[in-house]
């Protein structure tokens, strides 16, 4: 049952589409769990290869089998549970693989991340007489990237360098209502004929940023410091245009939830701060 699943740190967990759960831990294993009424907490299976601590899961949102992990051995890997030795397909990063996911509007993608967020083609798959590159790279961080999370229009990505990382999925000729601060993917430019992923960076902390999510009009952050930073991009032309900080290249972010004094806009990198209460310590 659920009691010692793994022999270290659950890290991660996965609902897949079969109805099974799949976990990660520290001890680089991945077990499969059923969910099922009758065998409810049935361990289905144990893959094993990573070399160290796995510390991430997907479910494929087109297989119902299919499961990415990511693991601080620096290697993606592909797993269908109904194969009996599980693994499938592999790709190898430079430093610690910290999340993974699917492509949202991509069957044969997928993402992961270390300090940057790395596209893998699913049909060049790495093996033992050939390595096998991203096919793109995006949101390069100073540090190593604490969480991605993607839908069909946007990529968000936070860092232990405390910057948070927005950028558009959609093609070129529909990014008008995407942020951006590329001048190339600029709307009033019209569509480019190289591919370009506009890509804004809001400074959501000066410590580590370990969370994030976002909807249709807002992003939220939230860090070490005990802060969530609250971001409004709902209206486009907040992201149309870049302004420089003592942090470097930031974009228009707007705080509807901020009453702010006095006359002009928005200043680069606003954001609602919201104490937060919890853990007095935290090991990273």
């Known amino acids: 049952g659920w009691a010692n699943a793994h022999g270290g740190r659950v890290t991660a967990l996965a609902m897949l589409g079969s109805g099974d759960m799949v976990s990660a831990a520290s001890d680089g294993l991945l077990k499969i769990w059923s969910l099922g009424d009758e065998s409810f907490g049935d361990r289905r299976g144990t893959f094993t290869g990573h070399g160290a601590a796995a510390v991430s899961v997907a479910a494929s949102p087109y297989n119902p089998w299919v499961f990415l992990s990511g693991g601080q051995d620096r290697t993606v890997r592909m797993w269908d549970s109904r194969v009996a030795q599980g693994q499938v397909a592999q790709w190898r990063q430079h430093d610690w693989v910290t999340c993974v996911d699917f492509h949202p509007n991509?069957?044969?993608?997928?993402?992961?991340?270390?300090?940057?967020?790395?596209?893998w083609d699913l049909r060049q798959a790495a093996d033992a007489a050939r390595a096998v590159f991203p096919v793109g790279l995006s949101h390069r961080h100073r540090k190593l990237v604490s969480r991605f999370r993607v839908d069909p229009l946007r990529l968000v990505s936070c860092s232990l360098d405390g910057s948070v990382k927005v950028s558009s999925l959609e093609r070129p000729e529909h990014q008008v209502v995407s942020p951006t601060v590329s001048r190339q993917g600029s709307p009033t430019l019209g569509p480019v004929a190289a591919p370009v992923v506009p890509e804004v960076t809001l400074r959501a902390s000066s410590d580590y940023v370990l969370c994030i999510d976002f909807d249709a009009t807002r992003l939220l952050a939230g860090g070490v410091d005990g802060d969530v930073s609250i971001y409004d991009f709902s209206d486009p032309g907040?992201?149309?245009?870049?302004?420089?900080?003592?942090?470097?290249?930031?974009?228009r972010a707007v705080a509807s939830m901020r009453q702010r004094g006095g006359g002009g806009g928005p200043c680069c990198g606003d954001h609602f701060e919201m104490g937060m209460t919890g853990f007095e310590e935290i090991e990273v």
């Open 106 to 119: 991509a069957e044969d993608r997928i993402l992961s991340s270390d300090k940057a967020v790395h596209h």
């Open 238 to 251: 907040n992201f149309a245009w870049p302004c420089t900080s003592e942090h470097g290249l930031l974009a």
